[in-house]
């Protein structure tokens, strides 16, 4: 089983950043899919979710508005495009799975399956 994040980055404030995360060895499209990021000196932090069909998503308040989920079932690919980025959206940014058409899991024992993480930092 594999999570492979890429397309993190540095970033000015009000830009944009597309995230992504190639899943393989399992079967993609029966897990509920997360990004969940950490930043610098905090805990880890839910940002959003998407069920295995991709019918439902929902966004920590602070990225609703700015940030998009979605994914390509097809591809075993999941997205994070990220818009109007502040510095607080700086961290590590993690894809994980969860066998479950829908869910969105706050801890880490929620999920199955994690990436080792993609860096964002948003800075002038």
């Known amino acids: 089983v594999q999570l492979v994040e890429s397309g993190g980055g540095l970033a000015q404030p009000g830009g944009s950043l597309r995230l992504s995360c190639a899943a393989s060895?399992?079967?993609?499209?029966?897990?509920?899919m997360s990004w969940v990021r950490r930043a610098p000196g905090k805990g880890l932090e839910w940002v959003s979710s998407?069920?295995?069909?991709?019918?439902?998503?929902h966004y920590v308040d602070s990225v609703k508005g700015r940030f998009t989920i979605s994914q390509d079932n097809a591809k075993n690919t999941l997205y994070l495009q990220m818009n109007s980025l502040k510095p607080e959206d700086t961290g590590m940014y993690y894809c994980?799975?969860?066998?479950?058409?829908?869910?969105?899991?706050?801890?880490?024992?929620?999920?199955?399956?994690w990436g080792q993480g993609t860096q964002v930092t948003v800075s002038s």
């Open positions: 994980a799975a969860v066998f479950a058409y829908y869910s969105r899991g706050l801890y880490a024992d929620d999920y199955n399956y």
């Open positions: 060895g399992f079967r993609f499209s029966s897990y509920s």
């Open positions: 998407i069920a295995s069909d991709g019918s439902t998503t």
